[in-house]
């Protein structure tokens, strides 16, 4: 089983970080298994790393303990623990509008929420997502209290005849206190009410009474604006059409009213809810709107090491950053959008080249670099990574991929190239991890087994454990093509578990020692280290097993490692570092993990035979291995003079397809 350190971030770690929603995950009983850092920060009061096992009411109760003259400080916790309960109840996905006092102000939310069950269909409680609602709320209520007071309100009632101009027959007197339109002017016909109309709309309003009279329509309703001395009016206009025998219009009534508050709040509700409310940008929901239009392009950017800002001077420098950068946009009169965190967006509207456009991208960083962004009294530059997508479909999907790839390879602006086909590979991964669900599931993860010879004898003593997935097709997979979409879904652990399982059971009916492969992340997972206990104990393997740590993996927390080290040693177990050789070799690993034996890298062994320095380095290994008591294995020997170049140096062991393949073993 290969080892690799993974550098891309889990692609649910970015949706959930960059996500303006609250996102969670609780178990049956209420308590957090994963919490989002906009329900930590906003509804919690707590950070990510303790809000695990803790249930909404402990945070509740922990907010109002700070506040115990006010016991509605903070009542939120009750309210989404009874909306779990009636999830649970029910068995199926639920939305809420739920309401209480967050921090001693009420607030409002939008929650959605589900059953949440494993992959072998077992429930194992709810997950959710929220979204403050507050301000649409308090706007909803003004504008229901507008709009009652609109329709108790006075109303211009009419009739008027389906000639040219619509001349008015009937009129009631308070047209003048409403519309500001006279009420003499129109009754002798000295003007039409259709004189009244604004500019704008009178063609689109004549047009859609021609259509409801050609398709004889007998109620219609119209919005448009009205002239009048001051400001243009708002009217929503209601109409009751009757038709004679022979279908024409014979008499049209109706009545309107001044609705410029309706409007003027929907407005506002519609511009609240396309704005960031930050920096005043318009959001990526205005963003998908706009992206309706005709658009011939795409640019993501994304300011370099923003989260280092927030760190080091806290949230609230970083939104006064945010604030700048959007001002900065405006300065040099880019219309971008804020799409979230720390990235902005902007739409072209107008064909251009890539050449043209990546003109202007450089003009762009150039002035970015001659700009200064305060911080308290302090004065920081920023830089930015930029991606770009041209073409017309999901070009947002685009961009940020070639933001990403700029990311990659650290140059400040990437073109997104069709030729990549990273989508594809996208669904290869999406295909594969479920393929690798479904393994685990059928147990279709199977070990191989390759034989280790011992140079002084000739004979196999020992043997290492292989990975190997099995397909749909009864096809063996490599674990190249699984084991790092299995890491970054955090399914590598897992994995991990049946390959212990399955190797002791396999070893405690044979005499050999047998290693197995085990990274850092297994070693710091509980659940993996209590199998690996249990299935040593329960098949009596433990003094004949050795566990495999990756020298590349990055080992940080020594003192995880030094534990898990000290407790299956006490079991009988040894320690091999794996890859030894490789990069940046580290014997201070070898001495603090007081380690049984080293696995020399095949990047050294391939070469040794016409490469001397190899030779050197291998010969160093082996003479250090020998002074502190430890024994040496040399990966892909590959041939026979590969096999006794080894052997003169004097290392132990020989591993590699010249020794033995992998294979199953009964």
Same mark, same amino acid.
């Given at each position: 089983?290969?080892?690799?350190?993974?550098?891309?971030?889990?692609?649910?770690?970015?949706?959930?970080?960059?996500?303006? !929603?609250?996102?969670?995950?609780?178990?049956? !009983?209420?308590?957090?298994?994963?919490?989002?850092?906009?329900?930590? !920060?906003?509804?919690?009061?707590?950070?990510? =790393?303790?809000?695990?096992?803790?249930?909404?009411?402990?945070?509740?109760?922990?907010?109002?303990?700070?506040?115990?003259?006010?016991?509605?400080?903070?009542?939120?916790?009750?309210?989404?623990?009874?909306?779990?309960?009636?999830?649970?109840?029910?068995?199926?996905?639920?939305?809420?509008? %739920? +309401?209480?006092?967050?921090?001693?102000?009420?607030?409002?939310?939008?929650?959605?929420?589900?059953?949440?069950?494993?992959?072998?269909?077992?429930?194992?409680?709810?997950?959710?997502?929220?979204?403050?609602?507050?301000?649409?709320?308090?706007?909803?209520?003004?504008?229901?209290?507008?709009?009652?007071?609109?329709?108790?309100?006075?109303?211009?009632?009419?009739?008027?005849?389906?000639?040219?101009?619509?001349?008015?027959?009937?009129?009631?007197?308070?047209? =003048?206190?409403?519309?500001?339109?006279?009420?003499?002017?129109?009754?002798?016909?000295?003007?039409?009410?259709?004189?009244?109309?604004?500019?704008?709309?009178?063609?689109?309003?004549?047009?859609?009474?021609?259509? +409801?009279?050609?398709? *004889?329509?007998?109620?219609?309703?119209?919005?448009?604006?009205?002239?009048?001395?001051?400001?243009?009016?708002?009217?929503?206009?209601?109409?009751?059409?009757?038709?004679?025998? @022979?279908?024409?219009?014979?008499?049209? *009534?109706?009545?309107?009213?001044?609705?410029?508050?309706?409007?003027?709040?929907?407005?506002?509700?519609?511009?609240?809810?396309?704005?960031?409310?930050?920096?005043?940008?318009?959001?990526?929901?205005?963003?998908?709107?706009?992206?309706?239009?005709?658009?011939?392009?795409?640019?993501?950017?994304?300011?370099?090491?923003?989260?280092?800002?927030?760190?080091?001077?806290?949230?609230?420098?970083?939104?006064?950053?945010?604030?700048?950068?959007?001002?900065?946009?405006?300065?040099?009169?880019? !219309?971008?959008?804020?799409?979230?965190?720390?990235?902005?967006?902007?739409?072209?509207? *107008?064909?251009?080249?890539?050449?043209?456009?990546?003109?202007?991208?450089?003009?762009?960083?150039?002035?970015?670099?001659?700009?200064?962004?305060?911080?308290?009294?302090?004065?920081?530059?920023?830089?930015?990574?930029?991606?770009?997508?041209?073409?017309?479909?999901?070009?947002?999907?685009?961009?940020?991929?070639?933001?990403?790839?700029? *990311?990659?390879?650290?140059?400040?602006?990437?073109?997104? %190239?069709?030729?990549?086909?990273?989508?594809?590979?996208?669904?290869?991964?999406?295909?594969?991890?479920?393929?690798?669900?479904?393994?685990?599931?059928?147990?279709?993860?199977?070990?191989?087994?390759?034989?280790?010879?011992?140079?002084? @004898?000739?004979?196999?003593?020992?043997? %290492?454990?292989?990975?190997?997935?099995?397909?749909?097709?009864?096809?063996?997979?490599?674990?190249?093509?699984?084991?790092?979409?299995?890491?970054?879904?955090?399914?590598?652990?897992?994995?991990?578990?049946?390959?212990?399982?399955?190797?002791?059971?396999?070893?405690?009916?044979?005499?050999?020692?047998?290693?197995?492969?085990?990274?850092?992340?297994?070693?710091?997972?509980?659940?993996?280290?209590? @199998?690996?206990?249990?299935?040593?104990?329960?098949?009596?393997?433990?003094?004949?097993?050795?566990?495999?740590?990756? %020298?590349?993996?990055?080992?940080?927390?020594?003192?995880?490692?030094?534990?898990?080290?000290?407790?299956?040693?006490?079991?009988?177990?040894?320690?091999?570092?794996?890859?030894?050789?490789?990069?940046?070799?580290?014997?201070?690993?070898?001495?603090?993990?007081?380690?049984?034996?080293?696995?020399?890298?095949?990047?050294?062994?391939?070469?040794?035979?016409?490469?001397?320095?190899?030779?050197?380095?291998?010969?160093?290994?082996?003479?250090?291995?020998?002074?502190?008591?430890?024994?040496?294995?040399?990966?892909?020997?590959?041939? =026979?003079?590969?096999?006794?170049?080894?052997?003169?140096?004097?290392?132990? +062991?020989?591993?590699?397809?010249?020794?033995?393949?992998?294979?199953?073993?009964?």
């Amino acid at each position: 089983m290969t080892n690799r350190q993974i550098s891309d971030k889990n692609f649910f770690q970015l949706i959930s970080h960059h996500l303006p !929603d609250m996102l969670w995950a609780k178990d049956i !009983d209420g308590r957090y298994f994963f919490a989002n850092k906009v329900i930590c !920060d906003n509804l919690l009061m707590a950070i990510p =790393e303790e809000v695990i096992g803790k249930n909404d009411v402990y945070f509740a109760m922990r907010e109002r303990e700070k506040h115990p003259e006010n016991p509605k400080w903070h009542t939120f916790g009750e309210l989404c623990h009874n909306s779990d309960d009636v999830v649970l109840e029910t068995m199926k996905a639920m939305e809420f509008e %739920e +309401y209480g006092n967050i921090r001693g102000e009420l607030t409002y939310l939008k929650v959605h929420k589900a059953p949440l069950f494993d992959e072998e269909g077992v429930l194992i409680g709810t997950i959710g997502s929220g979204r403050n609602i507050t301000i649409e709320k308090k706007l909803e209520k003004k504008l229901l209290a507008i709009t009652d007071l609109i329709n108790s309100g006075p109303m211009v009632v009419f009739e008027w005849s389906a000639d040219a101009g619509w001349p008015i027959q009937n009129v009631s007197q308070n047209v =003048e206190a409403i519309l500001g339109i006279s009420y003499e002017k129109l009754m002798n016909g000295s003007v039409n009410f259709s004189d009244y109309i604004h500019p704008d709309d009178i063609n689109r309003v004549s047009q859609e009474v021609g259509e +409801y009279l050609s398709k *004889k329509v007998q109620f219609f309703t119209q919005h448009y604006r009205i002239f009048n001395a001051e400001s243009p009016i708002w009217v929503k206009d209601f109409t009751v059409v009757e038709y004679n025998e @022979t279908l024409v219009p014979q008499s049209i *009534k109706g009545y309107l009213f001044d609705n410029s508050t309706e409007v003027e709040a929907q407005l506002e509700i519609q511009r609240v809810s396309h704005t960031d409310l930050l920096t005043t940008l318009p959001n990526r929901q205005k963003m998908q709107l706009d992206m309706e239009k005709t658009i011939y392009g795409c640019v993501v950017f994304n300011i370099d090491k923003f989260r280092e800002i927030n760190d080091l001077f806290g949230v609230s420098i970083g939104d006064s950053i945010l604030i700048q950068v959007a001002q900065w946009f405006k300065n040099i009169a880019l !219309d971008v959008y804020r799409i979230g965190g720390d990235e902005f967006a902007l739409l072209l509207h *107008k064909p251009i080249t890539w050449e043209a456009l990546e003109v202007s991208i450089k003009e762009w960083l150039e002035q970015l670099s001659q700009t200064l962004f305060h911080i308290a009294s302090e004065l920081i530059s920023l830089r930015m990574n930029i991606g770009v997508a041209l073409g017309n479909e999901k070009l947002l999907t685009q961009a940020d991929i070639a933001l990403h790839n700029a *990311k990659e390879a650290k140059v400040p602006y990437a073109l997104y %190239e069709v030729s990549e086909n990273i989508e594809e590979i996208y669904r290869t991964n999406i295909a594969m991890t479920a393929t690798i669900h479904k393994a685990l599931s059928e147990k279709h993860i199977v070990c191989y087994y390759q034989p280790i010879i011992d140079f002084a @004898t000739g004979k196999t003593t020992k043997y %290492e454990t292989l990975v190997r997935l099995i397909d749909d097709s009864g096809s063996i997979v490599p674990p190249l093509f699984f084991l790092p979409i299995a890491k970054k879904t955090k399914l590598y652990s897992q994995i991990t578990r049946c390959v212990v399982q399955q190797a002791c059971r396999v070893f405690s009916k044979r005499e050999e020692e047998f290693s197995i492969n085990l990274s850092v992340d297994d070693i710091e997972d509980p659940k993996t280290v209590q @199998t690996i206990i249990s299935t040593l104990l329960a098949t009596n393997t433990a003094s004949r097993v050795v566990f495999e740590i990756l %020298e590349s993996e990055g080992i940080e927390n020594y003192a995880s490692i030094q534990c898990f080290i000290t407790q299956v040693k006490a079991l009988g177990a040894k320690i091999a570092i794996d890859d030894f050789g490789s990069g940046y070799s580290n014997f201070e690993h070898i001495l603090k993990l007081n380690v049984d034996y080293i696995k020399i890298d095949g990047s050294l062994v391939r070469n040794i035979v016409k490469d001397k320095r190899h030779a050197i380095i291998v010969e160093t290994i082996v003479d250090f291995s020998r002074k502190i008591g430890a024994k040496t294995i040399a990966e892909f020997v590959s041939d =026979e003079a590969i096999f006794e170049t080894l052997k003169a140096l004097g290392v132990d +062991y020989s591993q590699g397809y010249y020794t033995g393949e992998p294979r199953p073993l009964v």
